[in-house]
């Protein structure tokens, strides 16, 4: 249920951001009913709910595969389940109405978080009812864990604005939103990374990986990442200069960790594991380029000094895109196919499936090429000719526009001719053993 | 120690090394800048409930489909922004909005304006990759 809907949420996502960047190439389109302050909103948001309502599908899934749920662990998983999708239903209706709580990214009324934040609460209680040790587990777990806690942690954290003291002094308000989102996104890297990995382990049918020495490092480093990283987001803000000083210091190895990780699995695949799971292992092996094309940006961009030429550009989109789409969404989706999709071993490679495959990811890189070249041109502006007013420079943006406008309509149509075929599969039992709860 | 006590260890380590750097964060004096005054407060709320940062940034952060306003207040001056909040853009909704709420909201981009400078063209880059403002 928590994946059918997340889908949905992704359909979602794509369509608002269509229908944002057309105000890209036709300044003002549409603006009475629908401007781009209630379609970014729509489009992000969308893209958030389906990463997390998704995340915590896979989670909650492969939890029961590992050990089945009590009937109370039942009934909390339904009330966490409905928390999240009203609460995030009615959000996206309340963004149509143009009601804001106006933080980027989390754009919407306070009021909200509490039935959010009391769904952390229940996920974290389900979890560690469930695990009351984690002595002897395979790093995945860990990482859920971790996963949970921060969740809750930066959630409540990004929400500090409200006590008027904080709010009122930009600097502060924006260094602890900045804290709190970096964490954030580091949080649910670890529900995503975790189930990539439990998913790896599934497919080669061994836990080598998930116990070793190696696969620990690479935890505590990206916890520590997670921690203490997100200064890199706030480099100009005058803030206490330390914290750049470590957002920079502690940079950006944690992508790095990732694409080892997927790279060392798949040498150690054999032809019949990946013909099982094929759908997913296409899936993993298309985030394990995009993390590449992706790391050497995210480098660049943690080094102040080349940070200041990328930060307020497009640069920045392309780069939070690029891992959004090309990293998150593509994991998500191996889980995804695998989980509604279950094990087939009859089925080879459809020739629908490929060419939407690979569809979303030949117009992926146009996308984030046009945005690239856009941000680069507005780079250049503004160290440049900082007295050509600002509507001159962005219309000789223009043509990058067209050509980013174009990729995402293909990118839709991959994206929406490999997940309406998945949403009307009806579920499978999973020949593992326990079938997923959470899938009806 | 067994190799449980070794990660639990560790773990708990980073967890209290970013609980101190947290608290350090929460209560550190921000001299940097001064709190907002009561017209900039009101300013801030109306920011936000309009969600002008989906299409404006401060400090480089917020939507890309509007200029930066961090510093709009020192380089243009009130009236010019007062233009722009009576009748939007071609982009720019019109928000209809009243005297008092356009008052607040030039307030707030004042106050925006003296917490420092966003321009990355000001920063001063060192060898060693770090950057300081001017
Ligand atoms: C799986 C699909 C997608 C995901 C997960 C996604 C995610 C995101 C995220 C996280 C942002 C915020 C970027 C930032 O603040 O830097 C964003 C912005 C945006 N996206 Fe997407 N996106 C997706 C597909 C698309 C498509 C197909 C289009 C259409 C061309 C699109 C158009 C936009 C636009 C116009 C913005 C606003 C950029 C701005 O700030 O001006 N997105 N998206």
């Known amino acids: 249920m928590f994946i059918r809907v997340g889908l949905l949420f992704l359909l979602s996502a794509l369509l608002f951001g269509l229908l944002a960047a057309i105000q890209y190439i036709v300044p003002g389109a549409g603006k009475d009913i629908f401007s781009f302050e209630k379609l970014r909103p729509l489009h992000v948001s969308s893209a958030v709910f389906w990463i997390l309502m998704t995340a915590m599908g896979a989670v909650l899934t492969f939890l029961q595969e590992i050990n089945q749920f009590s009937l109370k662990s039942i009934r909390i998983q339904k009330i966490q389940?409905?928390?999240?999708?009203?609460?995030?239903?009615?959000?996206?209706?309340?963004?149509?109405?143009?009601?804001?709580?106006?933080?980027?990214?989390?754009?919407?009324?306070?009021?909200?978080?509490?039935?959010?934040?009391?769904?952390?609460?229940?996920?974290?209680?389900?979890?560690?009812?469930?695990?009351?040790?984690?002595?002897?587990?395979?790093?995945?777990?860990?990482?859920?864990?971790?996963g949970v806690?921060?969740?809750?942690?930066?959630?409540?954290?990004?929400?500090?604005?409200?006590?008027?003291?904080?709010?009122?002094?930009?600097?502060?308000?924006?260094?602890?939103?900045?804290?709190?989102?970096?964490?954030?996104?580091?949080?649910?890297n670890m529900l995503v990374y975790g189930s990539s990995i439990y998913l790896m382990d599934k497919i080669v049918g061994n836990q080598k990986y998930s116990r070793s020495n190696m696969a620990f490092g690479l935890f505590f480093l990206s916890l520590f990442n997670l921690m203490f990283n997100w200064g890199h987001h706030i480099y100009t803000l005058p803030t206490a200069q330390y914290t750049h000083i470590i957002g920079y210091a502690v940079s950006m190895t944690e992508l790095f960790i990732l694409?080892?990780?997927?790279?060392?699995?798949?040498?150690?695949?054999?032809?019949?594991?990946?013909?099982?799971?094929?759908?997913?292992?296409?899936?993993?092996?298309?985030?394990?380029?995009?993390?590449?094309?992706?790391?050497?940006?995210a480098i660049a961009?943690?080094?102040?000094?080349?940070?200041?030429?990328?930060?307020?550009?497009?640069?920045?989109?392309?780069?939070?895109?690029?891992?959004?789409?090309?990293?998150?969404?593509?994991?998500?989706?191996?889980?995804?196919?695998?989980?509604?999709?279950?094990?087939?071993?009859?089925?080879?490679?459809?020739?629908?499936?490929?060419?939407?495959?690979?569809?979303?990811?030949?117009?992926?890189?146009?996308?984030?090429?046009?945005?690239?070249?856009?941000?680069?041109?507005?780079?250049?502006?503004?160290?440049?000719?900082?007295?050509?007013?600002?509507?001159?420079?962005?219309?000789?943006?223009?043509?990058?526009?067209?050509?980013?406008?174009?990729?995402?309509?293909?990118?839709?149509?991959?994206?929406?001719?490999?997940?309406?075929?998945?949403?009307?599969?009806?579920?499978?039992?999973?020949?593992?053993?326990?079938?997923?709860?959470?899938?009806? | 120690m067994s190799n449980y006590q070794w990660k639990m260890s560790v773990f708990i380590g980073l967890i209290v090394l970013y609980a101190i750097y947290t608290t350090v964060l929460y209560f550190r004096e921000y001299k940097e800048a001064l709190p907002a005054d009561k017209l900039a407060q009101t300013g801030k709320i109306i920011w936000q409930q309009k969600n002008c940062v989906a299409c404006h940034q401060l400090y480089g952060l917020g939507g890309h489909l509007g200029p930066d306003l961090t510093n709009v207040y020192g380089h243009k001056g009130a009236p010019y922004i007062k233009a722009f909040l009576q009748s939007g853009t071609q982009v720019m909704p019109n928000y209809h909005l009243s005297e008092s709420e356009m008052q607040a909201l030039i307030s707030f981009l004042k106050y925006t304006n003296s917490t420092g400078i966003a321009d990355p063209n000001t920063f001063t880059q060192h060898p060693y990759g770090t950057i300081s403002a001017q």
Request: glycine content about 6%; proline content about 4%; some cysteine.
């Open chain 1, 81 to 146: 389940f409905y928390l999240f999708s009203f609460s995030f239903i009615a959000i996206i209706i309340s963004y149509c109405f143009g009601i804001f709580g106006g933080r980027e990214y989390w754009e919407f009324q306070p009021v909200f978080s509490i039935p959010i934040i009391l769904g952390w609460v229940l996920f974290l209680s389900l979890f560690f009812s469930n695990n009351k040790t984690l002595k002897d587990k395979p790093v995945y777990l860990w990482m859920w864990a971790t």
């Open chain 1, 149 to 188: 806690i921060f969740l809750l942690f930066t959630y409540c954290e990004s929400n500090l604005w409200v006590i008027p003291g904080i709010r009122n002094r930009l600097v502060q308000d924006m260094t602890i939103q900045w804290k709190s989102y970096g964490s954030m996104v580091g949080a649910w």
């Open chain 1, 259 to 297: 694409g080892r990780i997927i790279y060392l699995w798949r040498q150690s695949l054999t032809f019949d594991n990946r013909k099982q799971h094929i759908h997913a292992y296409w899936f993993l092996y298309a985030a394990d380029i995009w993390v590449f094309v992706n790391l050497g940006l």
């Open chain 1, 301 to 440: 961009m943690s080094v102040p000094a080349l940070n200041i030429y990328m930060h307020g550009t497009h640069i920045i989109v392309a780069h939070t895109m690029g891992t959004t789409i090309g990293i998150n969404t593509m994991l998500l989706l191996a889980c995804a196919f695998e989980i509604i999709g279950g094990r087939d071993t009859t089925v080879s490679i459809k020739p629908n499936f490929k060419f939407a495959f690979l569809t979303t990811n030949i117009s992926l890189a146009v996308f984030f090429i046009s945005l690239l070249l856009a941000g680069i041109a507005k780079s250049y502006w503004q160290f440049n000719e900082p007295s050509l007013p600002y509507g001159a420079m962005i219309n000789t943006l223009r043509p990058y526009f067209y050509v980013f406008f174009a990729a995402g309509t293909c990118l839709t149509i991959g994206f929406v001719l490999l997940i309406v075929p998945l949403l009307r599969t009806k579920h499978k039992i999973m020949p593992d053993g326990i079938s997923a709860l959470t899938e009806k």
